[in-house]
């Protein structure tokens, strides 16, 4: 059997379509669509979403994207609720989004973990996330989710998560952006990807200060992402996907390109 070709990192990219330009950016150097036009769920309700479909069809004919994933909705999507309202209610969207990605012939979703400090103990939200994703992912044999890090302060919850679960069609999203903002000294995100390795299906590159999330450009902020670019490369499987989510992805693809990576 011949081994499979490795995908350059221009095949795995993609630019989430909230960045301005991300349009003329994808069509330009030929990288994938991130299709953001969910993450506010009520753009699913009944009288909107044959617009947001339609929405949809444009940015992927205007960037001729030929790889796209789909960024489930992200409000109030709560797995550790204790209201089991809440928690049917974000499943309900969540079956919405699962729904239109058919539709658009797609298989994965990246969805948010949904932990929220200080108001879920970490042991009661992955014993309850653990049961809100099997119900979310039964009858789905073929759909993947990518559970994003968002308020997550470190790496073994989710890490415990993938494990827990044990299932392919589960795997992590890690945003570094996000962990940037909320790790300790003793866990830089190199660490994070590290721990979580193989596990890790999708990431989301922005930089920041380290203390608020302002999705800035790759080289602006106290993240090294020529670091964390080499340890996905040491850590991740070849296939390990990338969306470029700061809010400048002109900038982002400048940089990746006067550094050599596309």
Known sequence: MEDKKKLSLKERLHAATFSEAAINVAR???IGLELNHVCISE?????KIERTYEGILRDIEESRADHLILHGPFTEICPGSIDHRAVDMGLE???????????????SMVVHSGYMPMIYYK??????????????????????IFVENVFDDEPYMMKKLVDDFNDPRLKLCLDV??????TTKELPVTRW????????????????QGDKDTHQPLGEGTLYMREIL???EENCEDDVSLTLESTKCAACAQWLSCNGYI
Do not use: M
């Open 177 to 182: 952006g996000h962990a940037n903002v909320l």
């Open 230 to 232: 080499r340890a996905i």
């Open 43 to 47: 753009n699913l309700d009944s009288d």
């Open 28 to 30: 330009e150097i030929g």
């Open 93 to 107: 969207r969540l079956e919405e989004a699962a729904e239109l990605a058919t539709r658009l012939n797609l298989n």
């Open 193 to 208: 990807i590290e721990i979580l390795g193989k596990r890790i299906g999708h990431f989301h590159l922005h930089n920041n």
């Open 123 to 144: 042991e009661w939200h992955l014993e309850k996330s653990l049961k809100f994703w099997d119900r979310f992912l039964k009858g789905k044999p073929d759909f993947t």
